[in-house]
């Protein structure tokens, strides 16, 4: 039994219901926080504005229609008109995925560039790669992997940051693996060109 309250624990906090009422096991208190994100599983949860984007002859193509729902696509809600829409964007390879991303306020929606670092300095970009999405943390990543082993590769983070009625996407952390070691081993423990050391500055 102890197995199955841990279980029922682990999904209280992947659902982000710990200390709610409606928990599973880490009952309390507070409201039930309604759900921010879902997923992306047929074209048909995309709104209709943005669906010829995906189908034959839009920038984000599929050859396969039914691939789209299988790629792992979703919907960040932050509130009830206002939307960040991830999806996966054209045929990917063999072990990497290309995401596009989209501001979806109403039915309007624009195509997002994130910020990112290279030897050259910043720059933004629209295509990101096998995205990944942490709800408690309000963390996005991406990870293109240099080969499928995924011992090299670019490895970037950005944090969700709203203030004040906005909200955009900061990088938050990148490492990049030149060298393809056949080790792996953990991404923290890839070389990091962001930030830099000793960053924030400290305030006079």
């Known amino acids: 039994l102890s197995g199955f309250a841990a279980a029922l624990l682990w999904f209280d906090e992947v659902q982000d219901r710990l200390g709610t009422k409606d928990a599973l096991e880490a009952k309390g208190g507070e409201d039930s926080r309604p759900a921010s ?78 910020p990112g670092i290279s030897e050259d300095g910043p720059f933004s970009g629209e295509e990101v790669w096998n995205v990944g999405w942490d709800q408690t943390t309000g963390m996005l990543d991406s990870f293109f992997k240099g080969r499928g082993l995924g011992d090299c590769g670019v ?37 990091k060109i962001w930030p830099p050391a000793g960053w924030p500055p400290k305030a006079d």
């Open 155 to 191: 490895y970037n983070k950005w944090h969700l940051r709203a203030v004040d009625g906005a909200a955009d996407f900061v990088l938050a952390e990148s490492r990049v693996m030149d060298e393809c070691d056949g080790e792996g081993g953990e991404l923290e423990d890839w070389p």
């Open 37 to 114: 994100v879902r997923d992306l599983l047929s074209l048909d949860d995309l709104p209709e504005a943005m669906r010829p984007l995906f189908k034959s002859e839009g920038e984000c193509e599929f050859f396969e229609p039914e691939r789209f729902g299988r790629a792992g696509g979703f919907v960040i809600r932050l509130d009830e008109s206002w939307s960040y829409v991830v999806a996966p964007c054209g045929e990917g390879g063999a072990y990497n995925q290309p995401f596009a991303l989209y501001s979806l306020i109403g039915e309007d929606f624009t195509s997002l560039e994130l």
